[in-house]
């Protein structure tokens, strides 16, 4: 069916304001992990160090509230409208991030953030995504679309164990915590629907177990890519583009919602996407460009800050997290 104007005035807030909590949990965690010990990839004690941290707490709280809030934008609006709002958690991470460093953002990241904001708007407007379904397909249909998901995030993992490079490493925890976010968001979905018919159905289903696999799982990877990196918004950015691109692929694929297909529209669309992969090449450069620029001596520092116009005493901010891949 149509999205009617009341599940977008429901959907739409919720998702914006699960964005924004999701943005304050990922700076507030990733500065938090930077003060403990720095462990290997895939490190599941890691938890156990962040435990009792004030900071992480807060994250913690944030990542409940907006998980809570992107529920309540489930159940109201297809995943092909909420998953992509979720890009705007880009901006809001910058803004919490300078905050906790009580730091000027950075003007190129917000220029990235605010391109992957209006590429994000673009597609909404001309998409104009359709159908609410609440249920997945069954039997074979799940596969193809599930065997691709689970070989993309195994072969991230093998990569992220496997490599001495630290960018490669951040690269492939990314790629695998936005296919399992992208993954929960879907099967959340579908839990949401079956909340509506009544409190014990989930129970019923084995998608709310999975989701209690997949999701905590995804949110461990998320803490271990926050302390494995850098700069927080470059591999945010993976994360939080794979997170809507899985989330449409599962309600195209899984859940029969529907976009315009229109040869015009589809160049929209397309030119769309490709506005958000500027934003986030921007923000990735810049990172990379921060992260030598952290590097160099004083002297180097504070003649590359005068060349590129920026005081050196006010300098960009990023906050703690990830590192700054080209990604």
Request: net charge neutral; with cysteine.
């Amino acid at each position: 069916m149509t999205v009617t104007g009341m599940s977008l005035v429901v959907a739409v807030p919720a998702a914006v304001a699960g964005a924004a909590c999701m943005g304050l949990a990922s700076a507030a965690q990733a500065r938090a992990t930077k003060e403990v010990e720095t462990g290997k990839p895939l490190d599941l004690t890691l938890f156990k160090r962040l435990v009792g941290r004030p900071l992480w707490l807060i994250g913690i709280a944030a990542t409940i509230l907006g998980l809570l809030l992107q529920l309540v934008a489930l159940a109201f609006g297809p995943l092909l409208l909420v998953q992509p709002l979720l890009v705007t958690s880009l901006m809001f991470a910058g803004l919490a991030s300078a905050r906790l460093e009580r730091r000027r953002p950075d003007r190129t990241m917000s220029v990235g953030g605010l391109l992957c904001v209006a590429g994000l708007a673009a597609f909404l407007v001309i998409a104009r995504p359709s159908g609410n379904s609440e249920t997945l397909v069954s039997g074979g249909a799940l596969l193809p679309l599930g065997i691709a998901l689970a070989v993309l995030t195994l072969a991230s993992l093998v990569v992220a164990a496997s490599t001495n490079s630290g960018s490669w490493r951040v690269l492939g925890l990314a790629v695998a915590t936005g296919v399992l976010y992208g993954l929960t968001a879907g099967l959340m979905k579908v839990v949401a629907g079956q909340f509506r018919l009544g409190i014990d159905e989930p129970f019923r289903h084995w998608t709310l177990y999975l989701v209690c696999v997949v999701g905590p799982l995804g949110f461990l990877l998320s803490q271990n890519t926050f302390q494995q990196g850098r700069f927080l918004t470059p591999a945010l950015a993976v994360i939080t583009a794979l997170d809507p691109l899985v989330g449409v692929a599962i309600g195209l694929s899984w859940m029969g919602e529907s976009a315009d297909g229109r040869p015009l529209a589809l160049f929209g669309e397309a030119l769309s996407g490709l506005v958000i992969v500027v934003g986030i090449a921007l923000l990735s450069t810049r990172a990379s460009h921060l992260s030598a620029e952290s590097e160099m001596p004083p002297a180097e520092e504070e003649t590359a800050s005068e060349e590129s116009g920026e005081r050196p005493d006010s300098g960009p901010d990023d906050g703690y997290g990830l590192a700054g891949t080209a990604c």
